[in-house]
């Protein structure tokens, strides 16, 4: 026989009678699991009801004072899907430029490099470093170095 554990009780503020699903478990029984269904044996389901009374979630909120708040999440989605769409719509944009340009090669790493600048992360390119190289620095003059 299955069993079905249910919690069930009344919101301790406004008194509406709820079942706490997520706290509920289905137990099922050796021939149940073997016909994958729960419930699916001879003897049935045998429901147990255990008392818990608690908060609702919509008197919980009002206590804490975020009830009927989004925290802006409504207004921020939306701006980040456009976002990510333009993204990915420059980058289509950029790598059919880079393969008419130029052969299958070039165009790869042209794209490589597309894709990086167009990331949400810093992201620095191998070989390229953020200090001039010593050429660039002395504009061909050699630096005298102090003797230790």
Known sequence: MCRLVLFAGTCTRCNESLTWADLSQQLS?????NADEFGGCRRGVDVETHA????CDTCAGEDEGVAGLDFGE??????????HEYAQFQLQHQQQQTYQQSGST?????AAVAAVTSSTSPVVLQGQSKRPSPKEETDGRRKKRART
């Open 106 to 110: 070039e165009a790869t790493s042209a």
């Open 29 to 33: 029984c050796l021939e149940a699991k």
């Open 74 to 83: 409504q207004q921020h989605h939306p701006y980040y899907q456009q976002y």
């Open 52 to 55: 818990f009374d608690q908060e």
